[in-house]
């Protein structure tokens, strides 16, 4: 592993990319960051679970599930009327209303309100904008983002968390991955750094999680698989 201002990188083959995610992973966990009690920004709990399930798995393929689950992240998020749950006429209509305000204030010599008055109308007016431009995005997101922009930056995870990104060269036996990712707290940084030195001092091996067939076992066995959880859906790590 490479360690520098950027972050963590990894050259190999895609157990090698597997093992980096969850050596990172691991040691986000053992820092306690996806605790929201913890004494680290709550926020890096949701973060965090964003990271899990972007991050690759030694069951997934790069072109196919990677790339698939970078376009999912990085779908656009809601804007502030959005959120406010507004849709664009509806803003629209406010902004009527606040400039009719200030029609009004001025006739009443109140130059202030006025003008307080038409700002409230300009941010209803962007923000319905907004709203409507990112509702049309959503729209040609699957078929422009995955088909155009995947080709452009396929393989690449960003959040207040963790930046991360996954370059490949070769095809066939050559086959080579460049893995990278950055944690983008310095202070959390610092302690990922530590853990991931004390991880290679200490772990000989490391068993890379594999996903559990239950419905093989199930047609196998004539039995019903047991209760998913946590602690079984993962092979257990050495040390």
Known sequence: MEESISGFKVRGDWGDVVEHGERITRALRDNGVD????AHDARFARAFEEWEEWRPKSH???DADVSEKTAEQASVEEGKG?????????????????????????????????????SESIDYVARAADSAGRKALRRVEDTVYQRVMTQL?????????????????????????????NVNDDDLKEEVSDKL????DEIDRWH???????????????????PESEDNSKATRNG
Do not use: H
């Open 35 to 38: 605790d929201p009690d913890a």
């Open 153 to 181: 930056a396929p393989y690449y995870f960003d959040n207040e968390l963790v930046s991360a990104n996954i370059q490949q060269s070769g095809r066939g036996n050559g086959e080579e991955f460049v893995f990278e990712v």
């Open 60 to 62: 997934e393929t790069l």
């Open 208 to 226: 890379i999680e594999v996903e559990k067939d239950t419905e093989a076992a199930e047609a196998i066995e004539g039995a019903e698989p047991p």
């Open 82 to 118: 959005e959120k406010a749950g507004k849709e664009p006429d509806e803003d629209i209509k406010t902004a009527g209303e606040k400039l009719s305000e200030s029609y009004e204030a001025l006739e009443e010599d109140d130059a202030e309100g006025a003008v307080g008055k038409w």
């Open 197 to 200: 030195a004390e991880y290679e």
